[in-house]
Every structure is written in C-alpha cells, then in structure tokens.
C-alpha cells in the first residue's frame, strides 16, 4: 500500500526545511580544513580471481585526513581515460565483498565505491572506522554527535565523500571531468550532497535518497534508521530545537537546492523506509537539471535493477560512452 | 540463535528419507521422454550497455520440448572454449534482470543462468510459464501436482535443469566436458539433482540446498517455503503417505546418493528457511567427493559473497582457469 | 481501528475504474465457448451419517468443460421444487468437508457449493484443479496468468461459476427460475460477477466481495490476496498497464453496473483484506436493486452469523419461503 | 513445526502432575452444594428460519443455582427419544448465533450446546455472566479467583457442565441414559471434567482439550490462554505454590484418572496452544476405553471437519443410531 | 511517527461526545449510596526497610463499603500537616510493591496510592477484588458490565476513586484542604473523574488519560486496552447504541467539563495506546485553569519522568511548598 | 515458556567459556594506566524538589581519565558515614533523570548510580560520551572496538565503572570500607566484573547479569543485545576466532572466578533476553559465597521489585544497619 501521500500531492509537495545561516560556510570551512590535512591516495592490485575486472585496494584521505578505504574496479581491456562513477552505499553497509558490485566496471566506467565510516557491519561488510566522539546516542549512526553540527556523523561521511571525488581524479586512467556520484537511499543522500558541495561533478543518481527533509520523515516512518531520530528524541525530550539544527546542515533538501548537475532521482511509494514525500522534498528543490523515475508498486528497493539500467543510461548520455 | 541441532549432532545425522523402488526408472523415462521431444536451442543477442560482458537471450527445449528461457553472459574478449556455469536459481526468482549476476562471466566462464518454470515473480523476474496441472494446491508451487511424482512441480522443473545441461554443452564457445552445475537454496537443489541425472558434470555447487530431507524438514521449520507442504497436509489430511510418496522422488537425499561430481555444499547454523540438518543429510549421503562450508553465524543468506568466492575458487581448481 | 476512509466519505465514494471497449463481448464470447463444450452434469449420492440433509457429489463442465466439482445439498424431507443457493467460496478454499455449510440445506433450500479450481487448501479442502498456464506468477491465483485477460484465472473461475448456476438449473428438485448466487469475500465476488453474466439470477448476496476496484485496492491494502498484484507489480514493473488492463475485465465495478438481481451487500469497516471502500465502489456501481450491512467494528469476518441471518432473511424474501 | 516433543516421546510422556487429598471430596460438595440449589430448566422456542431443526433457548440452573444459557437443537422430524450430545464451547466463546453449530442436530441428535459464564465476546457471543469474585487477576478468566479452589473460575464452569447434563437428562425427547459430552479445547477440557463427575455418560469426545497438566504447559507455550498463568505469576511471584495447588483440582489428568466412559480424544502436533504433551498427558492418564486421533501437520485447528467425522463415527457407534 | 491527526489540527479538535440527560443525577446517586455505606479507614504500618519514608497498608470503603487497599507513603521527617497526593494507576496494574513509586513523598507529600479493583496483575500487582458481575465480556475490564451504566466496571473503580479522597482528608497529618489527585493513562483518566466529581480538589494531574472521547478512540486505534470494546462489538454487533450509552457515563471528556481545579495534562503524538486526539478531546473541554505538555517524540510513556518533573513543579505551585 | 535449559540442567550446567592467558595482567595494567591518570571528582549539588534526598552531580575521572558523569543521592537526615551502593545501569541506558531511582538513599544508603558511557539514549538518558574507535561495528555497543581487547567498547566501561568505586571511596559522608556494587542486566554484569576487579567491595548484586557466557549466549538467543555479536559475525564471517577472543577478556564467567565478595544473583526462567543458562554459567563459576534468586516465571524484569527487596534485605545484612 502506498506509504505516504497521495501520488498527485507528492508532485506538488514542498518541504518545509530551513537552512541556517552560516550553512554555505560551515561547508566551506568545512571541506577546507579537509583538504588541508593532506594525505595519499594509495592504491593496492587486490587477486580476486576476475578476468575482466582489475580491482584494487584504495586508501584515501577522509575528514581530518583520516584514511578511508574504497575499492576501485576497472575494465581490464579498456583504454584511454574513463569515465568514473564514484559510488556511496546504504545504511549499515560498507564497502562490501570485491566480487559484489561489478556492474559499473562491466559497463566500462572506472568504478570507485567508498567504504562508509563505523558502519559496515550490517548487510555488507566495511573496513573504516568513525573517529567521532560517540555521545549518548541511540544504536546507529544517526545520533552519534547530534548536538552540534560540527560534532555530527554525517559531517564527517559527507566530507569523506566530497574527498572520494578528489581522490577518484588523480586515479590513473579516470577523466577527471567526467566523475558521477551515485547511491542509493543513504548513497543516494551522500551523493546528493557531494552533487552540492563539488560544483563541477557532471552527473548525480540519487535513487530513493535518505536523508531528506528530517522534521517531515521522522514524523511520518517508524522504520529505521529516520527512527533513530525520534528514538532519541523520546528520552531526550528537550533537545529538540538543538537536534533538528543539527540536521539542518546535512539535509538533503538543502543539499539540493545548491546543486547544479543534470540527475535522476528516483521514488517508490511504497516506501517506508524513505517516505516519497522526503525524496520528492528534494527532487522538488533540486537546482539543476532533472527526472525522477516512481515506482508505484515498490517499496525500498524501489527500481533495482531497473534503477540500474536506468542510472546506465543516464550515464552513457551524461558522460559519453564509457 | 541456532535454529536446528548442536553442531556436533549435525555432523552425525543422518537422513531417514528413503527411496522409492524404481527412483531411478522414473528419471530414466522422465528424462528420455524429454530429450524425445527434441527442439532447438535458440540463442539472440540482447543490447545491455555493458562492455566486458556479452549477453544473450536463449531458449532451450526443457520437460516436454516447452521452451524455457535462460541468459547466457559470456565475457566479451575471452577466445577458445569455455568452461561453463549452469546457473539455478533460489525460490520465486527467475533469471532475474540481464544486468545482475555478473560475477561468472566476469571470472571467464560460459554463464548460462536458467529461468524457473512458473516462479520469476518473487524477488527477481522470470520469464517461463509452468505449463502443469495446478489442482488443489497450496500458494507457491512446492504442492503443484503433488498428489503423484509424475504430475509433480519439480518433476518438470529439474527435467528443465537436466536440458540445461544439454543446451549449455550445444553452445559456441563452450566447453562440453567442462560443465560445473551451481545454485543455492532451490537452485542448489536443483544443481545436486542435475549431478545426480547427469553423470558427467565436473563439479557441483549447492550452497544451503533446499529440498531435502522433506519428512524431518516439515516437521523442524515453520518457514516458507518448506512450510507450504504442511500447509497443504494440515487441510488434505488423509494426504500424508500420497504426498511423501512423491516428495521421495524429488529429494535431495535420494539424489545425493547417486551422484559423483566433486562438490562444496554450504550450510548455515542460523538458518530457518533450510534447517542445516536437511543441508547435513544430503551432505552426508552424498556419494562424491565433498567439502561443505559451514557458516556458523548466518540465516539463509549463508556466505554470500564468501560462498562466491569459495565456490569461484573451487570451481577454478576443478574445471581448469577459466 | 478504520482501515480505510470515514464512513460518511464511504457513502460518496466512487471508483474510477474504467471498463474495456469489449468487455461485453469478452464475456459473452466465453460464456458462449464454455457453453458450446457441452459435458454432463454428474451426481453421486454421498454417506455423511446425516440424518437431516442428503448430500451428493457433483461434477459439471466449467471452463473449457473441464470437470468442475461441488456439494449438493437437499433438505431430506422437503418435497416440491426448491429455490436453489449457488453458492461460491472464499479465496485459498474449496467445497470443503462434506459436513460443514450445512446452514442452506437447514433452511430449506437446495445447496450447490461450487468448488474453487486450483484452490482448496488454504483453509477448506477443495478437488478440482485448474488447467491454465501459470507462467512467471506471485504465489497464489491473484496474478496466475495476468498478462491476458484470456489467459487470466479469474476468467476460467467466473466461467465455472456461470456454469454451476446452469448445472444448477438442470438438477431434480431445483426451481429452475428461483436461483440465488451467494458468495463471502472472494465468494461474494464471484457471485457478483455471475448476477452480472446471468441475467435472470433472482438474488445476489455479496459478503465483503473481494475482487472489486483493483486499482484503488492496490494502493490501499498491504494484505494478501490483494497484495499478491503489488507483490507482481514490484518485480515486473513495465506490466502495470497490462495488469489493470487484464483486470479491468474481472473487476466487480464493472459487473456491478451490468446486474439487475435485488442485492445484498456488507462491508466492514475495520477489515484490512477487503478495504471497504472497494466493496462500495461496488456497491454504489450496482444497478439493481440493494442494500449493504455496515459493521462498523468487524474486520474480514465482517457480519459471520449475522451476516448469515441477514442473506436468510433476504433469500426468504425474495425466493418465496424455502 | 511440531511444538513440543518428538512424536514417539509423547506416546511415552506421563504427566507429574499430583492431586489434592480432597479432590474427590471438593467435587463431590460442589456438586452436591449446586444441586441442592434446585431451580427450573426453562425451555423456550426460538423462531430460525430453519426447517430440519427446531431450536430452543434453554436457561438452566447452574453453579450455585444461577441461570445459565444453552441452545437445544432438535431434527424436526426424529421421533422417540434422542441421544444427546452435551456440547461446551472453547475459550473465549460462548454458545454462539443460533444459525451456527448444525451439525449434531442434522446428524439425529439433540444437541444442548452450552454457555459459558462471563465468556461469550471473544469469536462466539455469549448471554451467560459470571458471578464470582474478580480480585486481582490477568485479563481472561484463568486467573480469576485463582487464589482458592473455592472461588476459581473453573469450579464455577465446571459446575455448569455437570448441571447441563443434569438438565439435558430432563429435556422432552431426550434419551437420558444416552448422553454424550463434546468439546474442543476448552470444550474438549470441561467435557472431560464432566466425564469424571457423572460416572454414566455414555461417551466423551474431547478434542485438543485444554486445562490438562497445567504444570508443564505453562514451561512449554507462550501463547494465551495458558500464559494467562504464567503473566499472573510474574507480577504474584510468591503465589506459586498456591496457583498450582489450585490448578490441581481443575487439571484434566487428575479428571481423566476417574473417567470411565469411552474417550475419543485428539491432539496436534503443531499445536502451540495446548501442546500436544498436555493432551497426552491427559490421555495417558485415562481410565476408560480410548483412542486419540494424532494430526501432525496442524495446528489448534487440529483435525476440524474430520475431527468432527471422526466423532460422529464414534458416537453412533457408542450411543446407537442417532 | 504522529499516530493521529497533526499537530495543528489536535489544537482544534473538539470531540463529539455527547451526555446523557441524568449524567450528573447518576453520579450523585452513585456517590452518595457509596458514601451512605460507611465503613472505615484502616492504616496498618508496614516494614519496608526505608529509613526516610513511613508507609502504612490503608484500606478504606469504596463502591458499596467494599474495602479497597491503598499504599499510604509519608515522609518520615516532616511535621505539620501535609499536602496529600492521592494517585490512580494505569491499565492492568494495581498499588503495586511496597518500595515502588517513592517520589511524592521523597518531596514531602502525604502519597495514598490507590488499589485498582480487580486489575493488579498486569505490570504491577494488586490486592483488591472487584464484586461486580462479569457477564460475556472481552478479556480485561472495558467491558465488564458494558450493557448498563448501572453494571459498569468503571462506575465501580470511579467511585473507589473518589472515596480515595474521602479517606485521605480523615488521615492523620494530611491537610484536607490541599488534595490533588493524579494520575497517567487510565491513572489520569480516574483523576480526571475525581476532579469532577469531587469539586473541591485543589488540582488534578492527568498524564496522556485514558478513558476520554470514546466514540472517535476505539475507531483510531487498534491497539488495547481501547481494542477491547472493538472486539466486544465485533460480536455483540447489535449493542453499539447500549455500549455507546454506557460509555458517555465515564468518558473523560464529559468529567471534563464539570471540572474546575487547575490541571496538568499530558498528550504524546507518537502515542498509539491513548490517541492524542483523545486527550485534546478532553483537554480542550476542561472547564478549569489547564495547561498541557506536549510530548512530540513520545510513545504512550510521553513524559516519563520529565512529566514528573512538571506535575512536581505544578503542585508545589498550587498546594503550596510540600 | 522457558526460553533455555531445563531447570535440573541449569544447576548441573557449567560453561566452556575459557581464558586467555593475560587476562589478569591485561585488566592489571589497564586499571593502573586508568588510575595514573588522576583527575579530580567533582560534586554539584542539584535542585530537585525532593525533601528527603540531597542530590549531586558528580564528575569522575574514568578511562583514561575522561569524566564520567554519576548521580550521588544522599538521605537528607542522616548522619554519620553512611554505606554506598555504587549502581550500575542496563543496556542502552544512562544515569537517568534526577527523579528516578529512589530507592537506596530512601534506604539510608549513599547512592552512586554511574552512567554509561555513550548509551543513554534508549530507556534512560545519559550524559556521557565514549571516546573511543567506532570502527566498522553493529548499531550498539556490542561490537565497537570488537576486534581487539585494548579497543573493545567494554574495557572502557568496566574501567569507569572500577573507577566510580575509587571516587565513591572519596566522597564525603561515604563509609569506604561498605560499598556494595549493584546492577540489574548490563549493570549486573558490570558490577560482576567490579567485584573481581576492586578485591574488597563488601558485597555485589548481580541480577539476571548480561555479558556472560558469550560463546553459548550467541548460540542460544536471537534478542537484542546478545544478537548484535552475531549479526557482526554474519558479515565479518572470518572474525570468529578474534571476537571471541576479545569477548572472552569481558566475559562475567572469567570474573567470577576470581571474586570473593558475598553475592547475590537472580536469573529468570522465562528470560530471552538474558538466557538462565548464562547466568547460572557465572554463579557457578563464583567463588565467593552466593546464592541466586530464580525467578521460574518472569522474563527478562526478572524480579523486579522483589530483587529490590531481596537485595535491600541482603545488603542490610552484609553492609550493617544503612
């Protein structure tokens, strides 16, 4: 059944999401001191046992230089600069098993897929951890650091992920104007962010994205990971005002309204793990050019693979032929 | 939790499944009436944008010469003949979306993954219909035709399987002798049936198999699917040895018995949609060379990846490089 | 708690289902199919060690002629011709035991309990199966060849249904002329659908009737049967306009707008399987004379023994005393 | 899944369940106590719509004279005396729709279908309070008055029961020295309360019957209404000694060691309301002439219609044609 | 997630309860039979071990004199008359253990904890029998006595309640002139009763109360212990008007009105147990001073010890420093 | 239901939990590195509005010396140095609200109640960070830091929670030779583990005590927070051997082995979340003088307020008169 709003009201549903002030600054300041913490891209040939893949071993420099890992998956017979696909994953999910995930690299892009930090240990395996202080927080990442915007987890994923697109252009063999960021629901979210926060990327896929329009989603799912948010809430009952600041500063919807690259969305309405009204909350906002593919019938896995031969196609058009 | 016996028991158990007296004149005569029929082996190119892997459409005469479809991916730049992977898959798929499952063309096999009659409408998409009798059954197809081996659901199904086999080995590029037979869950129990109805595969995969040991197996799980033959007693009541009688011909146990390929099996402690003692019992019985890898803290999703790997490393040892 | 909308919006409500330019010829032409196979009506006296009623084993050609089973019931000391109760089941069941639904033939009339081909085990037995192709399908009925609606399930049930009322007719002791089709659920919509393809039926009782509205259902419901359809859509997601297409032709709406026969009707307003706004979509859709019960606090059992109480009242009415 | 022992231990299992020194003595002053009360039984017709069975709405007297409510069903056309099934409902029901429970009066029989105090909301409606004490206790009755043997629900209900038989003795029609008592669960556990406390009923058909080894059962289920013990006890820690002494004088075994009449009972294997080992507790510990149907593939449900068949079956052979 | 209407629309809610014609004549009558009973207040000292809290075993005359248990809990150290909290408990539970519930008089009131009548064994225990008739009903209390005002297991429990207050102002270092009677879910629906019925109380704390606006909350939720009247009329069907009728007799919204001591109220907006709609229904009603706190996040535990927190400031406020 | 063992076998069980070889020196070294690192402890009084209780906010220097924050509750009146109950907290919780737990200073005991750090978040709030690494790890605390002893999660609360003793020792009106460590589930295990780490604590209060016999708890239980090591373990497949390693330096078997203060346990039969068995794997391993509360019908509350009151009369009886 659908989840959410009728399918008529989501197409004309608007978030209700304020952004701060100093938003663009603390970003600003933000990925400034990042990128001023230096560091290596290390890159390790890693034996799988493929023989039309090369995968390797990637370490590059996060938040606060921390080393975040990666893998890069290259077509082994192609030639010349490639385009790149720098991937983010869902929640809970790390970088995963090097035999997983190896559309993108069959389908002729160099593929970088970005471990996330201190998660990893829920559906696919993940080998970075999380630096940041780990306050009285609900189970998850969602409220670890949540008082403050500096202190928050996904302040930090967000700049590992802007950092994934700095390391994916020194790569050898990858175009660095030709880099898509792309995800799906927390993937679709970071990458969305980083749509914002890299000026230049030359295409997003933000398939069901999480992490859009927080004082809507948190009052309209009861599933997690949004849950966490409000699970918080209920034992700290007077931090409401000082947590949805917070969430102010990673919200997608505000993300996207600074974004300027041409992007596929998608939706599903029967999702209840990411409400399509927070997903359209975002597309609604989204600056730049864009399409958004609903699946009626779906719930979070929304298109899968028809996501993915959609997000190919948008690519190859995007970025010529891989 | 564990979901099934200590793991010292499963090491010790044995099936109490027995067999019918003319096992294998059944087969004998199911199969022979289906390579009677005929039929050709058809095979189309299909456009995916992918570009280390070629992909194609391929219809093959199954039970009764009616078509059965299956992807056949080869990978794009390798030259000579191929080792091949017949692929069967788990319960209510089919052979899915043509951009998944690209991990045994990537690793330089031949990829035949076969449709399943009937199913394709669960979790990934089929596209062969179920042409028998559909009486008085239980939703799903394990008590379709259940009241005799002959009408029986996997009757026709793992006669599919068995042409497979013989279409894999009519194919350009392709190596005959060379032919591992992989699957998990329903599609490892299919695979252990083909090494059982096809002396000369070389190897056999069958990662957590479903379908054997049917008399303990309703009676430890209440899952689906096992759980549909019980469904289906507790209203046919007089049912019992009738349908017993016929899930004896189509048991993994009975087929374990007679097969030779060297074979991996994997087993999941956690897991209650196969109960690890039904994996254990065909394991024990079976009659070649064996390994099982057992995965002590997973459900149904055994190894995953890792049972990838292991299975690509064992095929690689068994079938020569790819 | 309500499942669906507030009563007051219940009474406005209209579906928006829309009909097929050949939805009449669709029908007539296989009604006319069905009738032109011809195929005896047989009745085999049963031993139950009722003293009341006598009961008898009843085979007729449906759909194609196949062999289509039911109970027949008789008031043992009743003499002259009776009103007769056709009487259809609900969805996973069959004709049952031989000793249950003894209420009809207790009250007088002749009781012909048509069994569900293909069903039956679900939570009533059933002996008749169903002959159709059941290509790439959801587990069940709901979709078993939804790609056409000549291939479709629901027209071989709706066709076996127009026969029992023929079979009906021509048994001993029948009126002829004072024929009722009475259904709960899935019975009730298969009674609808006869009250619309027999013209001259003499009363309709549709209990909650299931297979009404489909493409508000879909979206309104999370429980199975219904969820059967999303289940498909959600897998094979460029068949939505084929689905509600095939379904456009089995929808109660549009048989509704086509019966004469007076009606009775209920609805629940708690029942998450039925949502009652598609029951009255149905009912308001309906062109003969009617009434509905309202039960305001039932879920899918909606009125049980009063319901029953009701359809008595109703058939003594319009049949003439039993 | 079966839900408790293996199916060979249960034939082994016997009860440790002990009984008070003065259980014969409690009862014998129940009874004598309630009989001494005196009271009418009011025997008044009730119009149906039905015309094989005549119906009547009796009001009896019952524990400590108090009225209670029963259906009497008659076959219109039986003449001389009739055998009489005595029938008690299960938990939470009550005598139910008048229009409901055909069965024993189609078969020949008179039927006294009984209420059951202060139950009768739950799934079948009741018309019959319980006057008894209320203190302290969990939602449901098996917790009421629970503190005493004297003031215990169940020495009320039972009460009843032995009071029905008396009353059914005395109806027009009735064979007296034909009496059989019938239930299922709760039914099936009054019945053979009743089966101990009149030496001369001529059979007992207990079904799954409830009540049976109260100390094991509430270890091996979680599930209402035996939790209902359990739930008490957690918040009552120190009433244990005093709980189970008073189940001591209501469980079935301490009954079926005084039953003399021919048993047929029933259990099944999936059971997770009354798990098997309590009905074979109660079976084991039988002194009359028994048999019990074993259902292994069901659960509460157990045999259902054919448990019903396998009672008719038995009662005519016991009480003579009906 | 908000589990009924948002925010905006609870602040206009009004309920559409109605009142009987002789509701206020019915209470009167009710009280002053109950106080025309006499009886007397009993205050046993009990060892608890506590060093700076006296608590004494109260038992006092409620509905009909019958004798209802009470914790009396007093600061060991203060002096002079005391500011008393009389406190009400929620569903299921009852005074519960000795060295539970510390904290009124940890801040120096007098603390008379109520029994409830025939709950207490839910999640706290209980000591007192409720005497009422316990015809059919649904497990649990909601609808004892459902089928006249007369019978109602809350006029009973309402009537204790306000003989609570009668028996606090008699007790020994209690200032009668300073009674504030409090309470959470069916704990605060009580306390709202008294406030009304007991015009002098000088003021009320009602935390998330349940019992309020019956007709909109048993079609909002499914959750119990409303549930229980839904189920009751799923097979009562035809007692709508008369449980209706009983229920505007207790129903908060109607106490509401006649109330005139400042309150406290609390709502929760995730709060499926007691709607916040319900709330609203009866704070908006309320005819004395009132404030309510509003807990966003909050399931039915809504404040927890932050509503203590505010109901502690409140009452220091109003009755003067503990 | 049990949820375990039987009982007999839990008073014959013992555990296969072994130790590694630098388990002593390991908590040697990181005690005495905690304690080099100094730091004061600070105490603020707190408004609360309590009368009897005088409440502090007390800062302490924990692992590594960051601060860890406590609640100190001291009875108003008493006089003269006063026995302390260092109190430990359940999973997910923190020191709670200042309202809370009354308890032991309303028993005339100074009350420390730790808070936990980087819970608090989940039943009760908290106030403390952790710092530590948050590498790829389950949502939780189970598995952060997993893959070594000197980064386990665990480490750094066992070592607060040694050091809560040393600060309790300081306080003024605190006697240091009477502490008593206390804690009901994670709490139990905690102050299991103080009792082994601090040789002269005068007694421990250990109920159904969590982190105990972790290689049979991960075996036996699918609940949350036991499960979080599996579902780490179902993704990280090759790291058994490691976290099993780390977990065996934490586990209450192998402290208890090496304690010496008078204990006294509880465990719960109906327990799924704490299975019985491992509670009993820890008392029996106890080689101080204990006894153990078993509650036969509780679930995981366990005794609840009973525990109290056993405990408060234990402590009385080893600490002296509070």
């Not at 209920?234 to 102010?248: C, K, N, P, Y």
Request: some cysteine.
């Amino acid at each position: 059944m659908f989840t959410d709003l009728p399918e008529a009201d989501l197409w004309r549903h608007r978030s209700g999401q304020t952004e701060p002030d100093d938003f663009d600054a603390f970003w600003q300041e933000t990925l400034a001191e990042a990128r001023s913490c230096g560091g290596e891209v290390v890159v390790e040939p890693v034996r799988t046992g493929l023989s039309t893949v090369d995968t390797f071993d990637v370490t590059f420099p996060g938040f606060g230089g921390e080393p975040v890992r990666a893998w890069l998956r290259l077509p082994r017979t192609a030639t010349g600069p490639l385009p790149v696909v720098v991937h983010y994953v869902g929640y809970g999910g790390g970088r995963g098993h090097v035999l997983e995930n190896l559309l993108w690299a069959s389908a002729g892009y160099a593929h970088l897929q970005m471990d996330t930090r201190g998660q990893g240990s829920g559906w696919s395996r993940g080998a970075t951890p999380d630096s940041g202080p780990a306050g009285p927080q609900a189970p998850g990442v969602m409220t670890r650091g949540i008082d403050s915007p500096h202190a928050y987890y996904y302040r930090r994923l967000f700049t590992d992920a802007v950092r994934a697109v700095d390391a994916a252009r020194r790569l050898d063999r990858v175009a660095p104007g030709r880099v898509a960021v792309v995800g799906q629901s927390q993937g679709g979210g970071v990458a969305l962010a980083v749509a914002a926060l890299v000026p230049d990327v030359a295409a997003l896929v933000a398939h069901v994205p999480f992490l859009c329009d927080f004082p809507r989603a948190v009052t309209v799912t009861d599933s997690l990971p949004f849950r966490e948010i409000a699970d918080y809430l209920a034992i700290h009952r007077d931090q409401e005002d000082r947590v949805m600041r917070t969430l102010s500063y990673v919200d997608g919807v505000n993300f996207a309204r600074r974004a300027a690259a041409p992007a596929r969305f998608s939706a599903a309405l029967m999702d209840a793990v990411v409400p399509p009204s927070t997903v359209f909350a975002a597309y609604h906002a989204y600056a730049g050019p864009k399409a958004i593919a609903v699946w009626r019938y779906n719930g979070h896995e929304a298109g899968g693979p028809d996501d993915d031969q959609g997000a190919l196609d948008f690519l190859t058009e995007r970025l010529g032929p891989a």
